[in-house]
């Protein structure tokens, strides 16, 4: 069901399985709390929210501060990696009441901003997931787009950048097998966002430095999981940090950046195993 947050900064949107129903509650396995990349919301985790309910989690998708559903944040200060992981922090500690157990995905930005909130308080987080996130900031030609991006912002705003993005999205073939329906879709969402937020945000990916090190100290179990064919950071890339940090680790066929939309039964499948190992 879709519901709302309220959290200091404002509220944040949120698709919420609730609580399984399939029998007693020892069958309750915990919460699932999914946070999504640059431009995303909670809508690129929906075909993992049924099954995660029907195998006994209770799944909870948001959207970040200024994306799409969720209020905007008063002033740039809001939108710091500090601030967002504050609120993943403040949801955890919300959903984490009464749970068997708490277990944070964050996909691409998402997982920079999973990864401050396990640091600042690694207690609230029975198993981390950054799902294809790297150590630190986005290189290669997703750099290259987003220093692009700045600059059309900029100068065109929200709708000249969405001009700008399409253009460029109209030359991969996996563009003609979107449905207009779905390309409505993400326009609105994209619309929705914050130009404040999507600058700030930005800036995380072109700034974030490697904190591998210091989330292997936390104790936090954590999956490394990516797309076999991830375009952000390389998937040689995340493979190392899963080596430096001693995490499980997981290669979805038939995907790149965004596994649980181009691949859910094998991410979701990656995902139970990996929290069945911490039983």
Known sequence: MRTRFALPGGSIAALDTGVSQPGPVAEHRGVVLLVPGYTGSKEDFQPLLRPLAAAGYRAV?????????????????????????????????????????????????????GRAAVLAK????????LMGSGP????????????????????????????YLEAGAQADPKYATSTPALRA??????????????????????????????????????????????DAWLPQVQADMARRLGAAYAV????????AVEN???????????????S
Do not use: K, N
């Open 61 to 113: 998708a948001i959207d970040q501060r200024g994306q799409y559903e969720s209020e905007w944040a008063g002033d740039p200060d809001g939108y710091t990696l500090d601030a967002l992981a504050g609120e993943v922090c403040q949801l955890a500690a919300e959903l984490g009441t009464g749970a068997s157990r708490l277990h944070l995905v964050g996909h691409s930005l998402g997982g920079l901003v």
């Open 122 to 129: 690694a207690e609230l987080f029975d198993s981390f997931t």
């Open 136 to 163: 630190d900031a986005v290189a290669g030609q997703r750099r290259t787009l987003l220093d692009a991006g700045e600059l059309v912002l900029a100068r065109r705003g929200m709708a000249g950048l969405w001009a």
């Open 185 to 230: 879709f993400l326009r609105t969402r994209f619309l929705a966002t914050d130009p404040v937020g999507l600058q700030g945000m930005g800036d995380l990916l072109r700034t974030v430095t490697d904190r591998t090190r210091d989330l292997a100290a936390t104790g936090v179990p954590t999956l490394v999981l990516h797309g076999e064919s991830d």
């Open 252 to 259: 979805i066929p038939a995907a790149a950046h965004s596994p």
């Open 264 to 278: 859910p039964a094998a991410t979701l499948q990656a995902l139970l195993d990996f929290w069945q190992q911490l």
